[in-house]
Nanobody, 120 residues
Framework: QVQLVEFGGGSVQAGGSLRLSCSAS????????LAWFRQAPGKERERVAS???????TNADSVKGRFSIFKDSAKNTLYLQMNNLKPEDTATYYC??????????????WGQGTQVTVSS
C-alpha cells in the first residue's frame, strides 16, 4: 500500500522560506515521476513542480526562481524548497507520485496535504 505523508507546512511572512518534505512508503522512486501540487481556496489544483526518474525538473512559471524540487531516493523522500514566499503562494500543498513509470502525467498517488500560509 502506497502512502505519502507531507511535512513542513506552516505560517511565514512574505519573503520567508519553507521546506516541504514528502515521505513515501510502499513506493520506490526509481522509475517514477514525482510532483508537488497546490490548491488555494476557490482555485483549481495546479502543479507547482515535478521531477522525473532522471532528475529533470519542471516548475510552474509562478514559482520559477523561487521554488526548487529535489528528492533523496535513498530515503524515499521528496522535497520542495520554497524561497521568497509571497501571499499568493498560500495554499494546501500536496505531493504526488505518478503511477505510470517514466511519465509525469496520468493517475497518481496523493498525500493528505500540508497548509502553507504566507502573510504580507
Amino acid at each position: 500500500q502506497v502512502q505519502l505523508v507531507e511535512f513542513g507546512g506552516g505560517s511565514v511572512q512574505a519573503g520567508g522560506s519553507l521546506r516541504l518534505s514528502c515521505s513515501a512508503s510502499g513506493y520506490s522512486f526509481g522509475i517514477y515521476c514525482l510532483a508537488w501540487f497546490r490548491q488555494a481556496p476557490g482555485k483549481e489544483r495546479e502543479r507547482v513542480a515535478s521531477i522525473n526518474h532522471i532528475d529533470i525538473t519542471t516548475n510552474a512559471d509562478s514559482v520559477k526562481g523561487r521554488f526548487s524540487i529535489f528528492k533523496d531516493s535513498a530515503k524515499n523522500t521528496l522535497y520542495l524548497q520554497m524561497n521568497n514566499l509571497k501571499p499568493e503562494d498560500t495554499a494546501t500543498y500536496y505531493c504526488a507520485a505518478y503511477r505510470r513509470p517514466w511519465y509525469c502525467s496520468g493517475d497518481a498517488y496523493w498525500g493528505q496535504g500540508t497548509q502553507v500560509t504566507v502573510s504580507s
